[in-house]
């Protein structure tokens, strides 16, 4: 394998110093790991606006709630780290926990008000918290002039466009349209929680969004409608429960009662016990 | 005038880049105007350090409560700028506020825990909080190698040196002196406030802390031995009225029944009504 392994701050710091030195532009893409097509498909998009591309593999527990599956969340580092290799990313960044939040460790970026409480912000308090605080310090540490995200967690893209926005962080965001499966389920490092069959039932989720879709491109602008004709076709799964199914303004998340602009209309639903999420932008 | 004035960060941003491709270093001083003697120390010292100096003057809001002066904070750009210059620094940042915090704005840098939530962070809560936003904004808009502060504000040290560390932000935040009159008062930018015969009186906060100083350098490590002598000369001067007088641990404000290590003796002490503080740092 080619690809630089660096399990500490300083390796990283070093090496960016090191290629920014010789005038080479960095892209970044963090992942927790558990690799898909999803993600090699962001490694492609970095590699093609970047000199030098880093990754990070590091599930970050200051974004997980007490309840939720940080323990359980899959981890397959070498599998992970060959992905990369094949996909030409040049470094690897794996710390362990106690790297990024030693003893002591005491500061947190957060983004207040409609972009963090509601849709997932909603059901997982301190969640984005978490997300821009590691994101924050993957930034700093890679000095990186782009970073790559995947619009499946399209709130997580909206909160991180702004935080970086907002406290004049130099490097571009950018956002790689969702990776599906040829049948249209969204790709996920969760999707392996589900059975071959939970996967067949989980496509009830795209297909949802797709007949919104549809009624939009044919004139349907209410948002109530919008949202009953995704609820209507959720519940024809009996296996699927719904955690929400919302229509906000994109990129503020700010309430509409109809489709003007650009519009996230996003879901998370239950298949069995494993939540899943996915989510289109409507436009004109 | 030599000096650069910028109102933009776009304007800071362009300018710092062009240093940075001379590669020259920068050093930044953030201060909130009114300048007075202890803060051309440490522009300075910021010149002995870095290549370019940039100060900023700007009003924090967001550090000021809602019963705080941030209406009445003495103003006076003009003449601020004039000793900057004549200091030999390179540029000063004086934004509005509207430019800092843009409508929408909703990002926010907290340090968690004992280093905020004692001392000036007890009485000033979100205090700290602004102070650690407005902080990183400036570091990452000036892109300074080095930021220099006063000791001064002793727990407003600690707090960025800890938050920078926190975020693996690349400045090196440098700690300078205390600069003081012949006659001991600490210069702040809020000593405007009081009449000659109150500066006098002030003179009660520095003495109680030499006294304490003095005690302790002849064996007196008991924390509450030291606070009572800084407590008694305090009592001595009718126009007192002590917010506070504590003694921590150095630089990790943690709790201590003795002096072992650097302690952080600090105290904040109302005039008539203008609140004032001073510290002292006791070591082996």
């Known amino acids: 394998m080619n690809i ?76 992970d780290c060959q992905k990369l290799d094949q996909a030409g990313v040049d470094a690897v960044f794996h710390p362990a926990k106690e790297e990024m939040y030693p003893e002591g460790y005491t500061t947190y970026v957060t983004v207040d008000g409609s972009l963090t409480n509601r849709l997932c912000g909603a059901s997982r308090p301190g969640h984005f918290r978490g997300v821009a605080t590691v994101v924050t310090k993957l930034l700093n540490i890679t000095q990186a002039d782009r970073a790559f995200f995947g619009q499946k967690d399209a709130q997580q893209v ?5 935080f970086v926005r907002d406290l004049n962080m130099t490097a571009q965001i950018e956002i790689v349209p969702i990776f599906r499966s040829a049948n249209g389920l969204a790709l996920s490092s969760r999707n392996v929680y589900l059975s071959a069959q939970e996967k067949n039932k989980a496509l009830v989720l795209s297909q949802s969004l797709q007949l919104a879709k549809e009624a939009y491109k044919k004139g349907e602008v209410k948002t109530s409608q919008l949202k009953n ?15 929400y199914v919302e229509l906000y303004s994109f990129p503020d998340l700010n309430e509409i009662d109809e489709v003007r602009g650009k519009a996230l209309l996003a879901i998370a639903v239950k298949i069995g016990t494993v939540r899943l999420i996915d989510n289109i932008i409507l436009e004109a």
Chains 1, 2 share one sequence.
């Not at 004709?229 to 955690?243: K, S």
């Open 4 to 79: 630089k392994v660096f399990t500490t701050t300083k390796q990283v710091q070093d090496y960016a110093a090191h290629c920014k030195k010789n005038g080479q532009t960095i892209g970044l893409v963090p992942t927790m790991g558990a690799l898909h097509d999803g993600h090699l498909s962001l490694m492609k998009v970095a590699k093609e606006k970047s000199d030098i591309v880093i990754a990070s593999v590091f599930v970050n527990p200051v974004q997980f709630g007490p309840n939720e599956d940080y323990d359980a969340y899959p981890r397959q580092f070498e599998a």
């Open 229 to 243: 004709i995704v609820r209507a076709h959720l519940q024809t799964e009996a296996a699927a429960t719904v955690e």
């Open 158 to 162: 909206v909160v991180i466009s702004r």
